[in-house]
């Protein structure tokens, strides 16, 4: 069967099911941000119109400035992008034809971006349930690499690395003339973040990249940036396509990054619900991954595999992410979204449902 590979789309996913997709539906596949966008983006987004008969600015100057101040980095060391999508495709344009060790499981679009520009891939397995990342088997890997993929808080699992863990890595790679890509597309759903950012200024090999669509629930508009040393986003820039940014993105960014206590709101909203979630899986003998973050990885420990699980939950109008195309998981789990109040009430329904029928006793 040809799986979707990525959530979102669920018409793609009902048709790869041979199932006709119902009238209504809860989809629990794209991590997006249950609150919707930042109200003042509603507000604003007829006067953005008045914009769409002038060339975005090929420079993202008003964008990189926020992000400037926001992050304490200078100017030449942020990259904004069409979505993080355009900034991992970049960087898998850098490291074409080379050696690259990606630690699994997680987003599927970095072995994509790097095997259209033929490099050498590497998995590094995490071993689930707990999903540990042991600097010292990832030593071994890193054996002649010449980059590294890594989510963190890493997608599909939630769970996040500490900084303690990540920097080690970091230093290692330097050592080996090693590229460090780290994905934290979900970074600002952490309420006590530690900022890997001021070592870019430590290391010459550090990438960070960042979505703007997953905490703003713009995914419809592709915006991301990434933050390097003033050398590689040199470099990468090279490589985009000239107005790769649309001026309604850049507006957007400026105002969602502007938009004061909504990160807070949401951070808050987020942890109450994953709370209420995970007692209720607990108490109904769901294993769920550790997440700290707006998504998590659920099993059935009673099923030899979730696929009966996951075509129960279909027929039902949930729709959760499979994990097919994820190496290490290969269907065993599968993701959902923490959505708002009611659809998470609606997921416990349907859960209550099926434990029901296929308990242990």
Known sequence: MIWPSHGSNPQYLYKAMGLALPKQFIDFSANINPLGPPPALKEKWLDFFHEINVYPDPFAAKLRDIISKSE????????IGNGGAELITLVARMVAGKKVVIVEPTFSEYEEACRANSCEIVYHQLIEPNFELNTADLHMSLLDADALFLCNPNNPTGIQYSASTIIPIVEECEKRDCLVILDEAFFDFLIEYESLVPY????????IIRSLTKMFAIPGIRLGYLIAPPALVSELSKWQSHWSVNTIALLAGELCLQSGSFMKE?????????????SFFIKNEFVVSSSRVNFYLLQDPLLPDQFSLFEFL????????????????????????????????QLMEVLTQWRHHHSSS
Not at 72 to 79: G, H, K, T, Y
Not at 325 to 341: M, Q, S
């Open 266 to 278: 949401t951070q808050e909203y987020i942890c109450n619900e994953r709370r209420r979630l995970f």
């Open 200 to 207: 870019i200024n430590k290391f010459s090999n550090l990438i």
């Open 314 to 345: 279909l027929h039902q109008g949930i729709i959760p992410r499979h994990t097919f195309n994820f190496p290490g998981l290969e269907g065993r789990w599968l993701r959902f979204a923490i959505k708002d109040h009611e659809d998470n009430n």
């Open 72 to 79: 304490q980095v200078p100017n030449e060391s942020i990259l």
